[in-house]
């Protein structure tokens, strides 16, 4: 069954740092999403992705955060200047035709920053 | 608001019973529910969903209820198994941009006793 892969699966990065989250979305999937979780809370919508641009953020999603789809197949969540807030288990996921059907996720990377 | 939550944070049944779980949501603009079933370590992962225009939809072992007068939806797992054990989501969309988000409510841990 095609999946949505992430790496890595852990990540630990200091305060201050630059860290790129990446994810491989199902091959013929068209929208591309990002969430994330933080320890013992609900999954929080940060960014939704389609036709090479952002079709919508949440407040999370602030101008240290930023998306790419560098080419074909990846899909990345850059954060430039990590907060200790940052740290928190961040879902992509992918889907077909939108939010019918829901979205597939991947395992997820866990950031943790010190 | 826009808000979905859950009744209660933990249930516990014995195994080979039957599921319930609850989920309110505020927003009557939604009309698009799916529940998610998230393992430790993993990221959520699609069980069922219903549009608004229905008031029930089974699969496998599962049931999604649908009342829109109350704003309330459940999900019925027959005959539990321990693998079921493992954190629901309700998430509920309203319409839009077919990029548009899902919105995660807080979660219920189910446990299976043997």
């Known amino acids: 069954e095609p999946e949505v892969t992430q790496t890595p699966s852990h990540q630990v990065t200091q305060m201050g740092q630059e860290v790129i989250l990446r994810c491989v979305p199902i091959?013929?999937?068209?929208?591309f999403y990002w969430y994330r979780q933080i320890l013992g809370q609900k999954v929080e919508f940060l960014v939704s992705f389609y036709n090479n641009e952002i079709s919508e953020k949440s407040e999370i999603f602030d101008d240290q955060f930023s998306v790419e789809r560098p080419d074909g197949s990846n899909f990345t969540l850059k954060i430039r200047s990590t907060k200790l807030e940052d740290s928190a288990m961040y879902f992509c996921?992918?889907?077909?035709?939108?939010?019918?059907?829901?979205?597939?996720f991947g395992s997820g990377t866990r950031l943790t920053v010190v | 608001g826009e808000s979905v939550g859950l009744h209660l944070p933990t249930l516990s049944v014995q195994e080979g019973d039957n599921s319930i779980i609850n989920c309110a949501y505020s927003?009557?603009?939604?009309?698009?529910f799916i529940w998610y079933k998230q393992e430790s370590g993993k990221g959520p992962q699609f069980i069922i969903d219903?549009?608004?225009?229905?008031d029930k939809r089974q699969g496998q072992r599962v049931t999604v209820l649908l009342n829109k007068t109350v704003k309330h939806l459940s999900l019925q797992i027959a005959a539990t198994q321990p693998g079921d054990s493992a954190v629901y989501f309700c998430a509920e969309n309203w319409g839009g941009s077919s990029a548009s988000k899902i919105i995660f409510g807080s979660g219920t841990r189910l446990s299976i006793r043997p």
């Open positions: 219903i549009r608004s225009n229905m």
């Open positions: 927003n009557s603009a939604s009309d698009y």
């Open positions: 091959s013929n999937h068209l929208y």
């Open positions: 996921a992918s889907s077909e035709v939108g939010v019918s059907y829901g979205y597939t």
